[in-house]
Structure formats: C-alpha cells, structure tokens
C-alpha cells in the first residue's frame, strides 16, 4: 500500500488544472474575476484530491497502540518475517480506514482489530503497488453463522465476503485460525483472498493481481486443481473444488500456512500463487 500514490496526484493535478482553466474561461477570461474563479476551482479540485494522501501521512504518523503491537508479538505467527516498518504501515492505514462492528454482543477490541488487518496487510505485503479498499466494513459474529446471517454454533459458515457490502467473520474462527498457524485453515486470509477476487465486481478464482498473460494458463491451473480435491489427491479440503474462487481462496490460506507441503505436492500450484504475491514462504524459516 501507498502513502501517497504518484499516478493519482498527477491525475488530479492535471484534473485541477483543467477544470481550473475551463472555469476562467468560460466565465470572464479578460477579467481578474474570471481568473480568480479558475484559481479557485483549481485549489478545490487540487484540494478534495490530497485529502487522502493527507490523512494517511498523518495516520502513519501515530504509533500503534501498545494493544496491537502485543498482538502482533504475541500472536502473529509471520510477525519475525515480514518487513516491520513497511507492514506496520499498512496496518495503521487499514485500521485507520476500515470500520469495525461487533454484532450480536461482540467486543471490538484492538486485539480484534488487528487480528483482520494483520492478514490483509500480510497478503498485499508483496505488492506495495496494490491498494485493499479504502472503506470496508467488518462485522464481527461471536461464532459460525447461517445462511440468514443469524449467529449460532449450528450456522455453517465462518466467514463471509461480499462484493459491496462487508466482510462478516466469526471470532471464534478468527482466533482459531492465528493460533493454529500450520493448519492451512485461517478464515481472515480466507475472506481477504475473496475480498481481493472481488476486485472486478466478481469472484471467479482469478484474481487482477494475476498478470493478464498469465490468466489463461492460471485458469487452466484451478480446472485441474479442482479436479484433484475432487477425487481426493489434493492437500487442499474438499470445499475448495466448489468452485473456482474457493480454490483459489483455501489455497491462498494454505500457501501461507503449509509452504513446504504444498511446494512438495502442489509444485505449479505454489509457483504460480508465488508469482501472484511475490512472497516466498518457503524462505521463512
């Protein structure tokens, strides 16, 4: 993630600088009048664009507060892998732009906090040129929930990504998933890797993370990925051959979580998920 993104200044520099132009001429250009207009629309134009470099220098200012630097020491099982500067900066700019909610009786802590943007800060920490959405809301269940997004130990789902609307995570399976690291089963890293196939309005397993020459031969790669969990030769659990986005989504949480393994047994499957994050876990050792 970027502090301040170079192509969005140039574009609302020219933008301010086009609107500001046309205003004073199309009001009174051989006038002071009109030319103050022009001024005047640039700077607001100008203006509205650097509000959010502006608010995110100011939030990578502020320190962590000392609650979720203890859970990143504590419970964060890649803390000692990533670079902490960098990926510590993304965490303050996902905590300072996503909205938190607890539901059904549900405490949002800091803890709790940094629990979800920990894993999106780690699957995004590879590629400082991508953004995750500056405004997502995570409603936070105390448990699995149901179809009908009624919490209760008997709902079957743990998480939940949506297009546009927001992500729903159990707290339970939250905790769980950061306190068994080698599982390959981390509903926050789960509903990230949707959040990110979400990017072109739909999930369907690829991603715009994978280069566009690379797509047909990525899709090609799930076909057969799918086939495998299918007939029970794959490391991944049976429901990532629903389809293609839970393919991609549960072997996201296994790329992180089981590197050898999947190296050993799914050889193309992490080479092609090592080119998408430009991450090697097999080197965190």
Same mark, same amino acid.
């Given at each position: 993630?970027?502090?301040? $993104?170079?192509?969005?200044?140039?574009?609302?520099?020219v /933008?301010?600088g086009? &609107?500001?132009? #046309?205003?004073?001429?199309a009001? +009174?250009?051989?006038?002071?009048? %009109?030319?103050?207009?022009?001024?005047?629309?640039?700077?607001?134009?100008a #203006?509205?664009?650097?509000?959010?470099? /502006? @608010?995110?220098?100011?939030?990578?200012?502020?320190?962590?507060?000392?609650?979720?630097?203890?859970?990143? !020491?504590?419970?964060?099982?890649f803390?000692?892998?990533?670079?902490?500067? @960098?990926? +510590? !900066?993304?965490?303050?700019?996902?905590?300072?732009?996503? &909205?938190?909610e %607890?539901?059904?009786?549900?405490?949002?802590? *800091?803890?709790?906090?940094?629990?979800?943007?920990?894993?999106?800060?780690?699957?995004?920490?590879?590629?400082? *040129?991508?953004?995750?959405p500056? !405004?997502? &809301?995570?409603?936070?269940?105390? *448990? @699995?929930?149901?179809?009908?997004?009624?919490?209760?130990? *008997?709902?079957?789902?743990?998480?939940?990504?949506?297009?546009?609307?927001?992500?729903?995570?159990?707290?339970?399976?939250?905790?769980?998933?950061?306190k068994?690291?080698?599982?390959?089963?981390?509903?926050?890293?789960?509903?990230?890797?949707?959040?990110?196939?979400?990017?072109? $309005?739909?999930?369907? #397993?690829?991603?715009?993370?994978?280069?566009?020459?690379?797509?047909?031969?990525?899709?090609?790669?799930?076909?057969?990925?799918?086939?495998?969990?299918?007939? %029970?030769?794959?490391?991944?659990?049976?429901?990532?051959?629903? $389809?293609?986005?839970?393919?991609?989504?549960?072997?996201? +949480?296994?790329?992180?979580?089981?590197?050898?393994?999947?190296?050993?047994?799914?050889?193309?499957?992490?080479?092609?998920?090592?080119?998408?994050?430009?991450?090697?876990? /097999?080197?965190?050792?």
């Amino acid at each position: 993630m970027q502090v301040v $993104n170079r192509k969005s200044v140039v574009f609302f520099l020219v /933008l301010a600088g086009v &609107t500001g132009a #046309g205003a004073g001429i199309a009001t +009174e250009p051989s006038t002071s009048a %009109g030319w103050v207009f022009g001024v005047a629309m640039f700077i607001l134009v100008a #203006g509205w664009g650097a509000r959010r470099p /502006l @608010r995110r220098l100011l939030t990578v200012r502020k320190p962590l507060s000392p609650a979720v630097v203890g859970w990143l !020491r504590a419970d964060f099982p890649f803390y000692r892998y990533v670079e902490r500067e @960098r990926f +510590e !900066r993304d965490m303050k700019i996902i905590l300072s732009e996503w &909205t938190f909610e %607890g539901v059904s009786g549900v405490e949002v802590t *800091d803890e709790l906090r940094a629990a979800v943007a920990a894993g999106a800060a780690l699957l995004l920490h590879g590629r400082p *040129d991508r953004e995750w959405p500056s !405004r997502c &809301t995570i409603l936070l269940y105390p *448990d @699995r929930f149901d179809d009908e997004y009624a919490a209760g130990e *008997d709902g079957e789902f743990e998480g939940m990504a949506h297009s546009q609307g927001p992500v729903i995570l159990s707290v339970e399976s939250v905790r769980q998933g950061w306190k068994n690291p080698g599982d390959g089963h981390n509903v926050v890293l789960h509903e990230m890797a949707h959040l990110l196939d979400y990017e072109n $309005n739909f999930a369907n #397993g690829a991603p715009s993370l994978i280069a566009s020459a690379s797509a047909a031969a990525w899709r090609e790669l799930v076909r057969k990925e799918i086939r495998r969990v299918r007939i %029970g030769r794959s490391m991944l659990r049976r429901y990532a051959a629903q $389809n293609p986005a839970e393919l991609f989504a549960v072997a996201v +949480e296994n790329f992180f979580e089981r590197p050898d393994l999947m190296a050993r047994r799914h050889p193309e499957l992490f080479a092609a998920l090592r080119n998408i994050f430009r991450i090697d876990p /097999l080197t965190w050792d």
